[in-house]
């Protein structure tokens, strides 16, 4: 049986039909808020989450001690960790070959961060993503393997068999991409998703993996009565590779990210110091700060500019060169924002007109920057709902990127194709994956990657729904309540916060520059709220709302605190409206 419409709305502003929370689910945050006393709101969040009425208090305050994994569950961690101190004792030459992005830059930060704690330090490889495309190569570890004893590749790696072989050195990869059937000849490959492994830490980006090694490493030390760096301050990177990477907030990935945001509220790491103030956050760090405003400025040295400048403000203790190297990037980030807007309109007509009824949405193009086809690649995914792949074309070969919906495995559909040939190259996780293609071979490719995504039911949803988790009263909210419900998060990937909805309310809209839209609504039973919908003019949701007259609407959004000239209101992220009948 259909679950009926909330608030009776079958298609909104947007298209949607909002559905709300099940007799069931009702029943039991009810239930859940009798025997906690937690607010109901609250207690709907977390029956969403699964959380038992029993478990509501741990679920609130993670410990990592309670969560994070033993590191010898994941295979070969024991001889990646010998091998990693054997080169610490005997002071053996230690090379890092990182991926640009963001998570092989923290990954690589990491490492290099607990090396100079300890007295050592490691050469930094971080290949260009133009010139040498994703992952080791063969001149590169051939270069590295003639002047280092040892060469860690992160986030990177574990389809890299020729490079490895070709080093002529020791190999540890410490990775959390797809693996094959084979692994390539390094000491260690420790990866979550190899195919030997059980799954259940494939939520893990490359730098929890680095992070367990190094847990694993001090655990060694101390057997040896030495004691290694102080862990806890480096979750900070951690948590920024987690949510940048879009790891689903998940079992430990919830608490790293948790104790991480606690860490980088301190401001102790010069290079985020330096990286924040240059983009003027002048709040605590939120899992919104980092995906949305830290992590693509640390990305826009891989993207357009020079690939290490990232890992290199993680990594350094120097606030000079911090506050240089972050100028630099917010010089690059701006310059990769105009990229894209360019980008995204050439991919949104070109989507449009091939059609959207297909599993897979694609774009290619001559010129498109490779650096930005990952970011354009999420706003088709966002805007049609289903996976989409941005490649950008040059000398009769493509490079793209591709970004899923939940539910469906690109990394591997895109693995498949490669190897039956259709692709150059390529692979990646569920939520994104990178390829190289022939453009001679390029619509057969995406073709049959549109068969394998249609196979896991991408494309073949039925009217979209939007899931609102309450309806509230203007009269509920104050920044008090909307710290309670933050106590449910963080809030991301796997985890989203929650969404309310306001029945009914008087909206004064106000246009804010080309694009954005901000108004303030009222129900009549507490004060006026305002609200902010971001690109609403590239929707029918600005026109609609920005209409002369007294009308009334159903709103739905995110509740956020917003923090300014020191002072605190709450504001709505607002997501849709319907007009209130």
């Known amino acids: ?53 029993a478990d509501a208090a741990g679920f609130l305050a993670p410990a990592l001690r309670d969560l994070l994994p033993d590191p010898l569950l994941l295979a070969d961690m024991a001889p990646a960790a010998d091998r990693f101190l054997q080169a610490l004792s005997d002071r053996q030459r230690i090379a890092i070959f990182a991926d640009y992005d963001v998570d092989g830059g923290s990954s690589a930060a990491l490492l290099m961060v607990w090396l100079r704690a300890m007295g050592a ?42 490079p490895i072989a070709a080093a002529g050195c020791d190999v540890i990869v410490l990775d959390h991409h797809l693996g094959a059937e084979t ?152 310059e990769r924002r105009e990229i894209t807007e360019r980008v995204r309109e050439e991919a949104m007509a070109q989507a449009e007109a091939r059609g959207l009824d297909a599993p897979l949405v694609w774009a290619a193009g001559e010129g498109w920057h490779p650096g930005v086809v990952g970011i354009v690649a999420a706003r088709l995914k966002e805007a049609f709902n289903r996976p989409a792949v941005v490649i950008g074309l040059e000398g009769g070969e493509g490079k793209g990127s591709g970004r899923s919906v939940a539910g469906v495995d690109l990394g591997a559909a895109v693995q498949r194709v490669s190897a039956e040939g259709l692709l150059i190259k390529g692979g990646g996780h569920r939520m994104a994956a990178g390829l190289t293609v022939d453009q001679a071979r390029l619509e057969p490719a995406m073709a049959r990657l549109s068969e394998l995504l249609g196979r896991q039911g991408a494309g073949q949803e039925g009217p979209r729904e939007l899931r609102i988790d309450s309806l509230l009263m203007t009269s509920a909210i104050s920044p008090g309540f909307v710290e309670q419900i933050e106590a449910a998060g963080p809030f ?90």
């Open 1 to 53: 049986m259909t679950q009926r419409a909330f608030l009776h709305v079958e298609q909104s502003i947007l298209g949607r039909r909002w559905v709300g929370p099940s007799a069931e689910e009702d029943r039991l945050a009810e239930a859940m808020a009798q025997e906690t006393r937690l607010p109901m709101a609250l207690c709907q969040t977390l029956v969403r989450r699964g959380v038992a009425p």
């Open 492 to 581: 991301g990937q796997s985890a989203p916060a929650p969404r309310f909805a306001f029945a009914d309310v008087a909206i004064s809209p106000r246009r804010v520059g080309e694009r954005h839209l901000k108004l303030t609504f009222g129900d009549g039973s507490g004060p006026q709220i305002e609200a902010m919908a971001f690109g609403a003019y590239d929707s029918p949701l600005g026109p609609a709302l920005d209409q002369p007259g007294h009308r009334r609407f159903h709103l739905t959004g995110r509740l956020e605190l917003n923090h300014w000239g020191g002072r605190t209101k709450v504001q709505l992220k607002l997501e849709d409206a319907a007009p209130a009948k």
């Open 121 to 162: 330090k490691a050469t930094l490889y971080i290949p260009d993503r133009i010139d040498e495309g994703y992952g080791p190569n063969v001149p590169a570890m051939q270069a590295l393997g003639r002047d280092h004893d040892l060469i860690i590749c992160v986030d990177c790696g574990t389809l890299s068999h020729e």
């Open 183 to 334: 692994l390539p000849p390094a000491v260690a490959v420790v990866n979550p998703n190899r195919q030997d492994e059980d799954g259940s830490l494939g939520h893990l980006c490359a730098a929890s993996v680095v992070f367990l090694m190094l847990v694993e490493a001090n655990r060694r030390l101390r057997a040896t009565g030495q004691t290694g760096p102080d862990l806890m301050a480096m979750l900070d990177l951690v948590a920024l590779a987690t949510v940048a990477d879009v790891a689903p907030l998940i079992g430990v990935n919830r608490a790293l990210v948790r104790q991480g945001l606690k860490v980088m509220a301190r401001r102790e790491r010069v290079g985020l110091v330096a990286l924040a103030d240059t983009a003027r956050m002048d709040q605590a760090p939120t899992p919104y700060a980092l995906g949305y405003v830290l992590g693509p400025r640390i990305n826009a040295g891989g993207r357009i500019g020079q690939a290490d400048l990232g890992a290199r403000l993680l990594a350094t203790d120097d606030p000079r060169l911090a506050a240089s190297i972050s100028a630099r990037l917010e010089e690059l980030n701006a």
